[in-house]
């Protein structure tokens, strides 16, 4: 993140930007779904997790919406779970959990 772009954008861009940087924490899982913790720290090993959605315009033009892109387009369709007072308020976390 960019302290220049932190520094100069508005409370609801900035939330934004924090949570999508925190998805971007993954925790490395066993085929059976359980965290792995390291042998080192003991704690959960992690990795930088991709993106939900990655595909391009003209891919999902010629070829049609893959799953990802049709999950995106149903979550879309429904207002957001904060609004502009609830972030000036606190957290938008607190009110999605
Ligand atoms: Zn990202």
Do not use: Q
């Amino acid at each position: 993140m960019r302290a220049s772009y932190c520094e100069n954008t508005t409370d609801r861009e900035f939330c934004r930007l924090i949570e999508h940087e925190l998805y971007h924490i993954g925790v490395e899982r066993d085929e059976d779904g359980e965290p792995i913790y390291s042998d080192h720290t003991g704690l959960p090993k992690h990795y930088l997790a991709g993106h939900d959605v990655e595909v391009f315009f003209g891919e999902t033009k010629r070829w049609g919406a893959d799953e990802s892109v049709k999950r995106l387009l149903e979550i879309a369709k429904n207002a957001p779970f904060v609004s502009e007072t609830n972030i000036a308020a606190c957290c938008g976390n607190c009110v999605i959990g």
